[in-house]
């Protein structure tokens, strides 16, 4: 398995400005994800991070909008820019790792942010 | 695109009882995994339980149990003698097979379960 601790847990931000979220695994990984998960929705995939390339992002999801950066092979973040009410969300770092002879993927506790 | 479909927004089970939640899934693929993940209220997302494709046996952890009809694309979730701490949000996710795919998850909209003491 893996753990994911992210930061900050909680945030309320102002509309205009930015914050950017970290994502910290107890292991070497390949891929993180980051999702985000809008109030009593489900999950929607922002984009995949790659150490050593640049981010892939699904569809409605843009760089300029959602930078992402993967320095090293434990380690991640994701900016929110020129935020929104309506980015006011929950935002989650995702990891595929092995486990039980299979490939599964483990969350962090998310970081709720809210935008005034 | 695959896609995942959990029917019942809302369920509720009484302590100690059988429960079991839904899911169908749409996908051309034969090779796959399923998971269930629970999220409480803390918001952290909890694996369940896995199930690869290949496989013909039901995945089972403990009071958890899945029920994975291939051919039907059907895969339910049993919860056995539930417990106080099996409220949660429950959401079926399916994911490819190769790494090439990019191990994205493709989840369901939930399943809001209360227990009832």
């Known amino acids: 398995s893996a753990v994911i601790s992210q930061k900050p847990s909680r945030d309320i931000c102002q509309r205009g400005t930015s914050l950017t979220i970290q994502c910290q695994v107890d292991?070497?990984?390949?891929?993180m994800f980051w999702y985000r998960q809008q109030p009593g929705q489900s999950l929607t995939l922002i984009a995949t991070?790659?150490?050593?390339?640049?981010?892939?992002?699904e569809s409605g999801f843009v760089i300029d909008k959602f930078p992402i950066s993967r320095p090293n092979l434990t380690f991640s973040t994701l900016t929110v820019s020129n935020m929104s009410p309506e980015d006011s969300s929950i935002y989650l770092c995702?990891?595929?790792?092995?486990?039980?002879?299979?490939?599964?993927?483990?969350f962090g506790p998310g970081t709720r942010l809210t935008v005034l | 695109a695959q896609t995942v479909t959990q029917s019942q927004p809302e369920m509720s089970v009484q302590e100690a009882e059988t429960v079991t939640l839904s899911c169908t899934y749409d996908?051309?693929?034969?090779?796959?995994?399923l998971f269930w993940y629970k999220q409480p209220p803390s918001r952290q997302m909890i694996l369940v339980i896995r199930?690869?494709?290949?496989?013909?046996q039901n995945a089972t952890e403990n009071r958890f149990s899945v029920n994975f009809q291939k051919a039907a694309k059907s895969f339910s979730l049993k919860i056995s003698d539930s417990q106080l701490g099996d409220a949660a949000m429950y959401f079926c996710?399916?994911?490819?097979?190769?790494?090439?795919?990019?191990?994205?998850?493709?989840f369901g909209e939930g399943t809001q379960l209360t227990v009832n003491p």
């Open positions: 991070a790659n150490q050593g390339s640049e981010a892939t992002y």
């Open positions: 996908t051309s693929e034969s090779d796959y995994y």
């Open positions: 292991s070497q990984v390949t891929m």
């Open positions: 199930q690869e494709a290949y496989k013909q």
């Open positions: 996710a399916y994911r490819t097979w190769g790494e090439t795919s990019g191990s994205r998850l493709t």
């Open positions: 995702s990891v595929a790792a092995l486990a039980g002879g299979g490939d599964t993927q483990y």
